[in-house]
């Protein structure tokens, strides 16, 4: 999972991890050495520390005044790892086997959904990322938003993906939310899913300027891209517009960036706990131009974020408009033995030239003043920047 959560499908549940963790614990502690020593030298734990573990859990359950002895252990094992992920990462989680299930299935449903990603911030508040044009977005929803509420029910203090749960529990048509301003002004949104094909890319008029909107990364977009890019007029400029793009697949940014770049060019660097992986274009540009002209906003975050760093430090891209969502982690999710899984971040990411954009975002190359720019707005600072460039 490269970026953001897409609200998309119905994902919650639950399931058994204590008592097949006993079992497992019952097994190992009393087997032979050769049976124990895999485990211990693979995750680094002793006899002593599940012993300690298990101790805890059992005195919890058989003393604690406020807790309800009927309380299965798993739930117990269940909120411990969850709280624990929770205090030491916004952006990471535990799924019991049932949460991870749904998961699986809202990504088999990805064309049923309200087209808002969403973004947890070091503060704990949800930020709302709206697709261009999706349903979140038609019914008023904007890119920057606090969302305070789905369905009724509070937001504070859940996880992303139990959030994104919230979405689909009644498998409702329509789905409530209440989120607040930048200015403070709280407002109740009804928003209606859609099945209508989700297009990743595509290519519009203003006048008699193309612009090639990418609205997400996603498995398909490097493709689509590569198709708008065989057609394009060398008369024209190429105009990549990702505001508003919340990012999505980061190896799909990754394929994209690379039509631009040639062969051996750093496209971005993940670092992570084992040291540093850097992603380097691996053939030459699909379609060299002088430059692309890449539109930019608040609402651009992730592996969006990415993309634009990739061109613009190579020296392939200009960027117009304001500062992005300063969104550069990477989270991966891992399946656990019983189906359950973990949602940990893994990664920071790293434009060409080493700067991390996290919390921060990246400065455009060119700058406009107003704080909400109109594409009339891009398009005069284009004009200026292709006479003057």
């Given at each position: 999972?490269?970026?953001?959560?897409?609200?998309?499908?119905?994902?919650?549940?639950?399931?058994?991890?204590?008592?097949?963790?006993?079992?497992?614990?019952?097994?190992?502690?009393?087997?032979?050495?050769?049976?124990?020593?895999?485990?211990?030298?693979?995750?680094?734990?002793?006899?002593?520390?599940?012993?300690?573990?298990?101790?805890?859990?059992?005195?919890?359950?058989?003393?604690?005044?406020?807790?309800?002895?009927?309380?299965?252990?798993?739930?117990?094992?269940?909120?411990?790892?969850?709280?624990?992920?929770?205090?030491?990462?916004?952006?990471?989680?535990?799924?019991?086997?049932?949460?991870?299930?749904?998961?699986?299935?809202?990504?088999?449903?990805?064309?049923?959904?309200?087209?808002?990603?969403?973004?947890?911030?070091?503060?704990?508040?949800?930020?709302?990322?709206?697709?261009?044009?999706?349903?979140?977005?038609?019914?008023?929803?904007?890119?920057?938003?606090?969302?305070?509420?789905?369905?009724?029910?509070?937001?504070?203090?859940?996880?992303?993906?139990?959030?994104?749960?919230?979405?689909?529990?009644?498998?409702?048509?329509?789905?409530?939310?209440?989120?607040?301003?930048?200015?403070?002004?709280?407002?109740?949104?009804?928003?209606?899913?859609?099945?209508?094909?989700?297009?990743?890319?595509?290519?519009?008029?203003?006048?008699?300027?193309?612009?090639?909107?990418?609205?997400?990364?996603t498995p398909k977009t490097g493709e689509y891209l590569k198709d708008v890019l065989s057609r394009w007029q060398d008369s024209q400029p190429?105009?990549?517009?990702?505001?508003?793009?919340?990012?999505?697949?980061?190896?799909?940014?990754?394929?994209?960036?690379?039509?631009?770049?040639?062969?051996?060019?750093?496209?971005?660097?993940?670092?992570?706990?084992?040291?540093?992986?850097?992603?380097?274009?691996?053939?030459?540009?699909?379609?060299?131009?002088?430059?692309?002209?890449?539109?930019?906003?608040?609402?651009?975050?992730?592996?969006?974020?990415?993309?634009?760093?990739?061109?613009?430090?190579?020296?392939?891209?200009?960027?117009?408009?304001?500062?992005?969502?300063?969104?550069?982690?990477?989270?991966?999710?891992?399946?656990?033995?019983?189906?359950?899984?973990?949602?940990?971040?893994?990664?920071?990411?790293?434009?060409?030239?080493?700067?991390?954009?996290?919390?921060?975002?990246?400065?455009?190359?060119?700058?406009?003043?107003?704080?909400?720019?109109?594409?009339?707005?891009?398009?005069?600072?284009?004009?200026?920047?292709?006479?003057?460039?």
């Amino acid at each position: 999972m490269n970026n953001r959560v897409r609200i998309l499908a119905i994902w919650l549940g639950g399931f058994s991890l204590g008592i097949l963790g006993l079992a497992a614990f019952l097994v190992w502690s009393a087997g032979p050495s050769s049976l124990r020593n895999p485990i211990k030298q693979s995750y680094g734990l002793d006899d002593k520390d599940i012993l300690l573990y298990l101790e805890a859990i059992t005195r919890i359950q058989q003393s604690a005044l406020f807790l309800d002895s009927q309380v299965p252990r798993e739930t117990t094992v269940y909120d411990t790892l969850k709280a624990y992920l929770g205090s030491t990462d916004p952006f990471s989680d535990f799924l019991t086997p049932k949460e991870y299930d749904r998961v699986l299935q809202a990504q088999q449903e990805r064309s049923l959904g309200v087209g808002l990603e969403i973004e947890k911030t070091s503060t704990g508040d949800i930020i709302c990322f709206p697709i261009r044009n999706g349903p979140a977005e038609q019914a008023g929803i904007r890119a920057g938003d606090r969302l305070k509420s789905i369905n009724g029910a509070l937001v504070n203090g859940k996880s992303l993906l139990s959030i994104v749960s919230l979405s689909g529990a009644m498998n409702q048509k329509q789905v409530d939310f209440v989120v607040v301003t930048d200015s403070g002004v709280e407002k109740k949104v009804r928003v209606t899913r859609s099945d209508a094909k989700f297009e990743p890319v595509s290519v519009t008029w203003v006048g008699k300027v193309p612009i090639v909107t990418l609205r997400l990364f996603t498995p398909k977009t490097g493709e689509y891209l590569k198709d708008v890019l065989s057609r394009w007029q060398d008369s024209q400029p190429l105009i990549l517009d990702l505001r508003d793009n919340p990012g999505g697949d980061l190896d799909a940014a990754i394929a994209s960036a690379n039509l631009f770049l040639q062969k051996g060019m750093s496209i971005l660097q993940v670092v992570s706990r084992t040291g540093e992986q850097k992603y380097l274009a691996n053939a030459d540009a699909y379609r060299p131009v002088p430059y692309v002209y890449l539109w930019q906003n608040r609402g651009t975050a992730s592996a969006a974020e990415a993309f634009i760093g990739s061109l613009t430090e190579n020296g392939k891209g200009i960027s117009i408009g304001t500062k992005s969502a300063g969104k550069g982690t990477k989270q991966d999710i891992m399946k656990l033995s019983n189906g359950s899984a973990l949602v940990l971040t893994t990664g920071y990411l790293l434009t060409p030239g080493g700067n991390d954009y996290r919390g921060r975002g990246l400065d455009p190359t060119f700058a406009l003043a107003q704080e909400h720019p109109e594409t009339s707005d891009y398009l005069a600072k284009l004009q200026e920047v292709l006479v003057n460039h």
